[in-house]
Nanobody
């Protein structure tokens, strides 16, 4: 069982930056694929970024967001720069095992989810 706790969300002006953190419980953190997803009102949940031995990003955040992990701290991060109003959403951290590189952006591949943290970008 893995428990995930996100932090770092908040209100920021367009062009600003935020760093989200996700702290995971469990002793096998390094073996999990970790993902950051987001869901805006009225929209489907989408994968923003994911990390295993490689990384995946959705096109709309490529070059602006960076996912990273610190296995010693059981933590995954999402550095978000040049934020836009359309980045406003609830951001969720997720963990999964045995996810192929091709499937890293699929929400149904992940087994564990955090409660989410709100990110609001004002124009």
């Amino acid at each position: 069982q893995v428990q995930l706790v996100e932090s770092g969300g908040g209100l920021v002006q367009a062009g600003g930056s935020l760093r989200l953190s996700c702290a995971a419980s469990g002793r096998t953190f390094s073996t999990y694929v970790m993902g950051w997803f987001r869901q805006a009102p009225g929209k489907e949940r989408e994968c923003v970024a994911a990390i295993s031995w490689t990384t995946r990003y959705t096109d709309s955040v490529q070059g602006r967001f960076t996912i990273s992990r610190d296995n010693a701290k059981n933590t995954v991060y999402l550095q978000m720069n040049s934020l836009k109003p359309e980045d406003t959403a609830v951001y969720y951290c997720a963990a999964g095992e045995s996810i192929t590189a091709a499937a890293m952006r699929r929400a149904d591949e992940y087994d564990y989810w955090g409660q989410g943290t709100q990110v609001t970008v004002s124009s």
